[in-house]
Every structure is written in structure tokens, then in C-alpha cells.
């Protein structure tokens, strides 16, 4: 079956975040493509951020590593200051939803220790562990396929119960945000669900630190105008608040 191009670059991610490096040739063994393409797609790649290219192949330098553990160390005195921004955004008997990023799982270990009534729904495992701690809280996890090295759930599976819950804010953070685009994350069968997600929620909050605005990712899960609000821990150049203006999404700052 062909792959699409997105889904090449998933996997080119997933293979480097095993082995580190990776030849050309290896990649043409492993996802049955042409040397010519994957070199393309290496290039536009290395042009994204995402890869650096080496003779004959490439190398995922320790800043795009996208597993969970790498991840959750990243930024993490910002990532926290924006899970506790965010919790001024929930009220009492609201349904809000967690997407599996290390900063909605912040958020969870915050609201773990909170006396408040709330439904949580989440695709993170992690997430609803600390959750369920709480027995103010109903926990509700979105089935799907767990998946080596990931902390996430992943494919639409268990999305039909969704329909049987009225999501008022998706707390979703993303690996690069641009305004060309909007929110993209790295892999493609979690952004799958993501997308679905946006769709079913009514209001998105986009929990990003200052590291991920202006950067790629492989695939795209929100456009700007599925975005209502941003918090991030540094101000945006005014170039780019002027097109969240006019998108009417709101940059909220941690200070």
C-alpha cells in the first residue's frame, strides 16, 4: 500500500528515534520506497527542524527527540507555568479534555491536588493516572491503540464516546505552531485523533511554550481558526500577534 508523505515522515521519525542515525538505504529497506524520495523527504525534514542530514542519511539530534521521557524534561519550569495559567480557564462542573502532552499531563498533576468538580476526558495514560487520585473527578479515558514507547492513545477507535460527552475546553499542546498553518504534532495517527477531538470541542486552548511557535511538525491537527486561545511563557513578535488578532485567537502570557 502507498504511503502517503506524511505518513513516510512518521515513520522516518519513529525508526531515528530508535536507532538515532539512519542511512538512505536503510530507510529504502525498511518503508519500500525510493532512495530519491527519502532523500527529499530528509531535506524538507532537515529544512522543518526536524532532522539533521549527515552523508548518505540523517541523525535526530536530542532537541526534536519525541518520546514521551525527552519531551516531559524539555522546558519544564515553563511547561508548568503554563499548566497553572491554564487551570484559571476551568470552572466547576465543566467537561474539559487532556491531550497526552508532558504539559497537559502538568495540568493533571495540578488538578489532581484541587477540591473542584470537574469530568476530565484524556488520550494520555499518565494523565489519568493522576486523576484518578482525585475522587472529585470523573475520569474518563478516549480508547485506542497504545503503542510501544508512547504514552498516548492513538487511532479513532473509542471516539464514539465522544458522543456521549459535550467537551467545553481541549487542553492540547502540539510540537510546532505556526501561522501558516496552526497546530502540528509529530505523530500522525495521534494527530488523527486530535483532529477529531477539535472538531468536537467548544472552545481549544493551546498550551505551547515559546520553543514551539515558528516550528514544523509532520502533521497539521488545527487550523487557526479551530484555535481560540494560546498560553505561552514569552511574548510573540508583534508580526505574529497581529495574524492571531485577526484570527481572533488570544495570546495569554504565564507573566
Known sequence: MKMFATERRDRII?????????????????????????????????????????????????????????????????????????????????????????????????????????TVVTTGLQAAIELKENQDLTVIMVGGVVTNKSTSIEGTLGLNILDYVNIDIMFTSANG???????????????????????????????????????????LFAKLNQIDKIITDKPITSDIENHLAVNNIEIILTN
Not at 30 to 37: L, N, R, W, Y
Open 177 to 219: 505552531f505556526s501561522v501558516e498553518t496552526g497546530l502540528e504534532d509529530f505523530n500522525l495517527y495521534e494527530v488523527q485523533l486530535k483532529k477529531e477531538i477539535v472538531k468536537r470541542s467548544s472552545q481549544v486552548i493551546a498550551l505551547i511554550d515559546s520553543s514551539k511557535i515558528n516550528k514544523s511538525s509532520s502533521a
Open 14 to 118: 519513529e525508526l531515528l528515534q530508535e536507532k538515532k542515525r539512519i542511512t538512505v538505504k536503510e530507510l529504502a529497506s525498511k518503508i519500500g520506497v525510493s532512495e530519491a524520495t527519502l532523500r527529499s523527504d530528509l531535506n524538507k525534514m532537515e529544512n522543518d527542524g526536524l532532522l539533521t542530514r549527515t552523508h548518505g542519511g540523517a541523525v535526530l539530534n536530542e532537541e526534536n527527540d519525541t518520546s514521551f521521557n525527552v519531551r516531559q524534561k524539555k522546558n519544564k519550569k515553563e511547561k508548568m507555568e503554563i499548566a497553572e495559567k491554564a487551570l484559571e480557564f476551568i470552572e466547576e462542573k465543566q467537561c474539559i479534555l487532556l491531550d497526552a502532552s508532558s504539559t497537559a499531563l502538568g495540568l493533571a498533576q495540578l488538578l489532581k491536588e484541587m477540591p473542584i468538580r470537574l
